[in-house]
């Protein structure tokens, strides 16, 4: 079966733009969480989506936001963006119960702001 | 706040050898679960082996095992008969279940190389 896909894979926006990354889980998962990764930071937890409800929101500014769908399709939007954005945003899915299933990752979506 | 801490940045090892990469985490709770993943190239996180906290056996996944030390905050993962494939950044990981939300703490991760 399909994994999690996300797209682009690749993104390049200047500061002061706006940014829509796309999460597309494994079929029937409805957890979806993104994080982000820099050099600096590492992993950081961004959001936790279960059936089209926010559960958790980690330390991030409100230019942050995101939602899912119906169809446990995710999106994450970074309004107003910095340099310091520039990060690889990973997306993860799981069935419920990501602690006994673990999550499944996506391939990440690279932004880099100029 | 849990944090997860893996001291190591890098190692290296040559294929077919054995490492153990080691990962002490701090926490208040008594349940929670903890997660090594693995990251190569491809950027894809790949989870390698998972440990409930209740559970005193260690868990082993073919060629990766855990020494799970609970009293002491530790959770080392151990590699035998390495691989060329498994270089790859790996980062533990600390989850605990808060009111249905599942969310990751991870580690800053550690490099490993496998030299053939």
């Known amino acids: 079966k399909a994994g999690v896909t996300q797209t682009p894979r690749y993104l390049i926006k200047t500061r002061g733009q706006q940014v829509t990354l796309s999460c597309s889980p494994i079929?029937?998962?409805?957890?979806v969480s993104w994080y982000q990764q820099t050099p600096g930071q590492g992993l950081q937890f961004l959001f936790e989506y279960f059936s089209e409800t926010q559960r958790n929101k980690g330390n991030f500014p409100g230019r942050f936001s995101g939602r899912q769908f119906s169809n446990s399709r995710s999106e994450m939007n970074v309004s107003t963006l910095e340099l310091g954005d520039s990060a690889l945003y990973l997306c993860a899915s799981s069935l419920r119960g990501a602690s006994y299933y673990g999550y499944t990752f996506g391939s990440g979506t690279r932004l880099t702001v100029v | 706040a849990q944090t997860v801490t893996q001291s190591q940045p890098e190692m290296s090892v040559q294929e077919a050898e054995t490492v153990t990469l080691s990962c002490t985490y701090d926490?208040?709770?008594?349940?929670?679960?903890l997660f090594w993943y693995k990251q190569p190239p491809s950027r894809q996180m790949i989870l390698v082996i998972r440990?409930?906290?209740?559970?005193?056996q260690n868990a082993t996944e073919n060629r990766f095992s855990v020494n799970f030390q609970k009293a002491a905050k530790s959770f080392s993962l151990k590699i035998s008969d390495s691989q060329l494939g498994d270089t790859a950044m790996y980062f533990c990981a600390f989850m605990k279940t808060q009111g249905g939300s599942e969310k990751l703490v991870f580690g800053k991760g550690m490099k490993l190389t496998v030299n053939p």
């Open positions: 079929s029937g998962h409805r957890s």
């Open positions: 440990q409930e906290a209740y559970k005193q």
């Open positions: 926490t208040s709770e008594s349940n929670y679960y």
